[in-house]
């Protein structure tokens, strides 16, 4: 079945506020969408995902042979927790001043992990 663009920017939006401070992985935005759209198909799930994440709208996150998705926020760690979990934690503005004195030039998307 063909998607018409109006359609598509429907299941943007609703992607993008599924994954709003949340980290899912495709199965639970596929699981999401296609209760509020029981007609929304596999791999048009999967194209608008990759389009929302080449397009810097949704981040990936590689997580125990997963990919998992959130929005695009302000620069923030994530904290893996003994049961697996992944948290969001706030990066303070000296944390980047000080890497970018190490490094020499300035951070424009930071990728850290970090595991208690
Ligand atoms: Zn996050």
Redesign the pocket.
């Known amino acids: 079945m063909k998607t018409n663009q109006n359609t598509r920017h429907k299941y943007q939006k609703e992607i993008l506020d599924f994954c709003k401070k949340k980290?899912l992985t495709v199965e639970n935005i596929l699981e999401k969408l296609k209760k509020k759209n029981p007609e929304v198909g596999q791999a048009t799930v999967y194209r608008t995902i990759k389009f929302l994440n080449e397009s810097k709208k949704l981040n990936k996150i590689f997580h125990q042979n997963k990919n998992f998705y959130?929005t695009q926020e302000n620069f923030?760690g994530?904290l893996v927790d003994e049961k697996n979990k992944i948290k969001?934690f706030d990066i303070s503005e000296e944390f980047l001043k000080v890497m970018e004195k190490k490094i020499g030039k300035k951070i424009k998307s930071l990728d850290l992990k970090v595991f208690i």
């Open positions: 980290h959130e923030h994530h969001d």
